[in-house]
């Protein structure tokens, strides 16, 4: 898959690329000439030990320095290194000094370089900086890889790509305290919901032994208000005393029976039997105590952390789709692009650009791509699935549009009367049942239909051009016209 300025960026916000080794020596050699560089390979970065063996091993594979800690040493020196501290090891696999014929030789220390420090190599520009280059998505510094980029990963309908911990929706449903405590002015015996509360003043119920031994354990009088109960004796009730155990005593027909444990909490508790049961019917009485919440992980973007971090220019899939459709257009044209990386997006740009144009033609240059379809009014649906087709190309099709023009601006209803004579213009035939004087005009053929509305019309009245209908007298929409 070629990328389009593809980054994927860590918390650092470092740039990580996949370069071939052809691309790294090409990037290299744009060095100027007599520039003098050293080639090395990052084998240790942050880490602690004395690693001897592993020093040691690339003596016999004929290495002779290395820069350790940043001090360039001699491999066959008696090194001790502090294995209480953390050290980077880089080998110096060759020094060169750039011009055209060393192209076979760079290409062949990146590749030694690569294959020691898990396809990184490190080009230290002697006396200016120091480049690194990856052969995999892989962050030099923390050591987190990330796959082969590919479509699937960029949408949260595929699980390569959507976030594991709402599983591509973007919110969970949790218990809340509101619906599970309506009424504060209740008392923990009748207004704790879904927890068997309501059924306390039927008799001994295991809810009131719970909320009765914690109330003793910690001593407070349940008997007020809920209102009026201490905040920390109600975080207890709701989410459990934690490690803390509690003396229970629940008496029944059975008898007595007294054990010490600690209490899960009313939300823990139906969190657990709501994740538990198989019961639809269950599962659809515990929903009633819960509320939707943005998704801890991905805060509502609905894909994993890793896809995030890929960014085009300074912004990833998710903040683009963010943006209004016009900010997005500007944005796509506004990047600065190499020119191997022009090349790649060409045709891509080329295409986003028409796809983005035909919705603002039909007037839809504010709507965000996050925007939700149950969201949109039938008149933004509509002129999305037109500007969809206008995309396609289809030719020979007949489309039966239903008042497209409600709600649009004068502005906005000229450019959908333009996107409507670009599928006429297509080859493809438009039924438009509308109602708007200009649509009518710009229609080829207008046809009548009354002369009332209902079972009191039915009848072609009058059929033609806009001037045509004005002329008919028995048609109201002729009378309309002609004011």
Known sequence: ????????????????????????????????????????????????GEFTKLLNDFVKEG?????????????????????????????????????????????????????????????DIVGKEEKIFSGNYACPDCGISFPELSPRMFSFNNPVGACPSCTGIG???????????????????????????????????????????????????????????????????????????IDFEYTSAAGTRKFKTPFEGVIPTLDRRYNETKSQGMRDFYEMYMSYSACPTCHGARL???????????????????????????????????????????????????????????GLEYLTLSRSAGSLSGGEAQRIRLATQIGSGLTGVLYILDEPSIGLHQRDNDKLLATLKKLRDLGNTLIVVEHDEDTM?????????????????????????????????????GQYLSR
Do not use: C, W
């Open 1 to 48: 898959m070629q990328e389009l300025e593809f980054r994927i960026v860590q918390i650092a916000g470092k740039k990580i690329e996949k370069q071939s080794i052809d691309q790294i020596v090409d990037t290299i050699m744009e060095l100027e000439e007599g520039t003098k560089i050293q080639v090395l390979s990052p084998v240790i970065h942050g880490r602690k």
């Open 63 to 123: 290495f002779v320095r290395a820069r350790i800690d940043g001090e360039t040493v001699e491999l066959t020196d008696d090194l001790e290194l502090d294995r209480k501290k953390k050290h980077n090891v880089q080998i110096i696999v060759d020094r060169l000094v750039i011009k055209e014929d060393i192209r076979n030789r760079l290409a062949e220390s990146v590749e030694i370089a690569m294959k020691h420090a898990n396809q990184l190599v490190l080009i």
């Open 171 to 245: 919110y969970l449903m949790k218990m809340d305290e509101e619906l599970i405590i309506p009424d504060k002015n209740k008392t923990l015996y009748d207004g704790v919901k879904a927890f068997g509360a309501s059924t306390m003043k039927k008799g001994d119920t295991m809810a009131k032994m719970y909320f009765e031994s914690i109330a003793r354990h910690y001593g407070v009088d349940i008997k007020v208000p809920i209102k009026k109960l201490p905040r920390d004796f109600m975080e207890k009730i709701l989410y459990g005393t934690g490690v803390e155990e």
């Open 304 to 362: 994993k952390k890793e896809v995030l971090a890929v960014k085009i220019g300074d912004k990833n899939i998710n903040e683009l789709t963010d943006m209004s459709i016009d900010k997005i257009k500007t944005y796509l044209n506004s990047l600065k692009l190499s020119k191997k990386e022009t090349m790649i997006a060409d045709q891509i740009m080329k295409e986003l650009n028409q796809r983005l144009q035909f919705l603002m033609d039909v």
């Open 441 to 477: 005009y710009a229609a080829d053929q207008v046809i009548d239909i009354g002369p009332g509305a209902g079972v009191h019309g039915g009848n072609v009245i009058a059929q033609g051009t806009a001037e045509e209908i004005k002329k008919i007298p028995t048609s109201i929409t």
